[in-house]
């Protein structure tokens, strides 16, 4: 069984930058892929990033590339979402996701979930 909590969203204004941690606990965070999803008022939870278990490989839909950043820190059991370049469009609740699958994070059949972290961008 894994844990995981989001931490780190917050309100800001559009061009300004945020940081999410997710923090896993149960297992390491190395034996999972892991990824961040968004859920907007009135809309489906929709994928945001996700990251192989080695780290080496990463996705973005397209909306994010080239603003935000997923990395991963196995020592310190988490999983980072660099936000730059904030838009109002990104305003949402941001879920952390787990599998040992990357393509099953991809495609939102992660095994684990947090409870998710409220970003606000205003314009």
């Known amino acids: 069984q894994v844990q995981l909590v989001e931490s780190g969203g917050g309100l800001v204004q559009a061009g300004g930058s945020l940081r999410l941690s997710c923090v896993a606990s149960?297992?390491?965070?190395?034996?999972?892929?892991m990824g961040w999803f968004r859920q907007a008022p009135g809309k489906e939870r929709a994928f945001v990033a996700a990251?192989?278990?080695?780290?080496?490989?990463?996705y973005y839909t397209d909306s994010v590339k080239g603003r935000f950043t997923i990395s991963r820190d196995s020592a310190k059991n988490t999983v980072y979402l660099q936000m730059n370049s904030l838009k109002p469009e990104d305003t949402a609740v941001y879920y952390c996701?787990?599998?040992?699958?990357?393509?099953?994070?991809?495609?939102?059949?992660?095994?684990?979930w947090g409870q998710g972290t409220q970003v606000t961008v205003s314009s």
């Open positions: 996701a787990a599998s040992q699958s990357t393509a099953a994070v991809v495609r939102g059949a992660s095994d684990y």
């Open positions: 990251i192989s278990r080695s780290g080496g490989d990463t």
């Open positions: 149960g297992r390491t965070v190395s034996s999972y892929a």
